[in-house]
């Protein structure tokens, strides 16, 4: 498996690529080759006074490689200019990644209303599963909130086709996992279940799947907004890292039916494993 690892050479994404613990994690589930992308925004420019971005950028890079290779990786880097989620999706599929691995400091207001973040607009245009790494936030060297990527995997399902496409992902992930929790949310607004159908069923099936798997297993299914009650089992739970479904790319989509995933990417407190749908169905 390839896997991109975007930085922009802060704190905050610095934390992700210097802990070991996560770069066994990604080892465990058969990431061999990690592409390090940072992309410079098209109105930062090399000659702004006081600021030496090469040279900061080439001594940062060439520390993240020795890092990451010492840990077993083959390592590639690419220095682009643009924005940043389209460059990162456009490298993505350029060289076939099987996964993008983001850092985001996550629940800050002004973060997400006013400046957006590239971790929020990678949940929303992302070609490859994403995995948002939740950072610290208020630190001057921050760590990463979760270490373990995989441990514990809290999965949201609304039995749909998306949903049943980020189980999946369990074929891999599993060999990181230890415990998971499958949590179905009901709702009128949105029903995924034929009149009838029991969501408790529906989730034992999926759980014996896993127990096969020797991965630890409950069950639970919850009443109200879907995004407020998967962040609640995450509290309650406290998962290592949220896995889930997104709805797609198109805007009139997003907009009827609303975004659950980019919700929980944007206020979730640890890590969020996203997978968006099948682009060649």
């Known amino acids: 498996m390839r896997a991109i690892c975007a930085t ?10 210097e802990n070991e613990t996560c770069l066994e994690c990604l080892g465990r589930i058969g990431v061999e080759e990690i592409h390090l992308v940072t992309v410079i925004p098209s109105n930062v420019h090399a000659g702004m006074p006081g600021i030496d971005f090469a040279a900061r ?24 200019r643009g924005t940043p989620h389209r460059r990162i999706n456009g490298i993505a599929e350029a060289i076939g990644a099987s996964l993008t691995v983001v ?32 950072i610290e936030r208020g630190a001057d060297e921050p760590t990463v909130v979760r270490e373990h990527l995989f441990r514990r995997l809290l999965f949201a399902t609304d039995f749909s086709e998306n949903a049943e496409r980020a189980f999946e992902a369990f074929s891999y992930l599993r060999h990181a996992t230890r415990e998971a929790t499958l949590v179905h949310v009901e709702t009128p607004k949105d029903p995924a279940l034929p009149e009838g159908a029991d969501p408790e069923v529906r989730l034992a099936e999926l759980a014996t799947r896993l127990e096969n798997w020797e991965i630890e297993t409950r069950t639970a299914v919850r009443q109200g907004d879907p995004a407020d ?34 919700d929980v990417v944007a206020r979730a407190d640890g890590n969020v494993m996203l997978i968006p749908p099948d682009r060649t169905a």
Do not use: C, M, Q
């Open 103 to 134: 850092g985001s400091r996550g629940k800050s207001p002004l973060e997400n209303r006013v400046i957006g973040s590239t971790a929020r607009n990678l949940a929303r245009t992302t070609v490859v599963p994403l995995l948002v790494n939740r």
């Open 8 to 17: 922009d050479l802060s704190a905050a994404s610095e934390a992700t690529i």
């Open 229 to 262: 009650e998967i962040l609640a089992a995450e509290g309650e739970y406290e998962p290592t890292a949220i896995l889930v479904g997104s709805r797609g790319h198109s805007r009139l989509r997003r907009l009827l039916l609303g975004s659950v995933s980019e």
């Open 57 to 80: 950028r080439e001594r940062a890079l060439e520390r993240y490689r020795s890092v990451i290779e010492d840990a077993g990786f083959d390592v590639e880097a690419h220095v682009v």
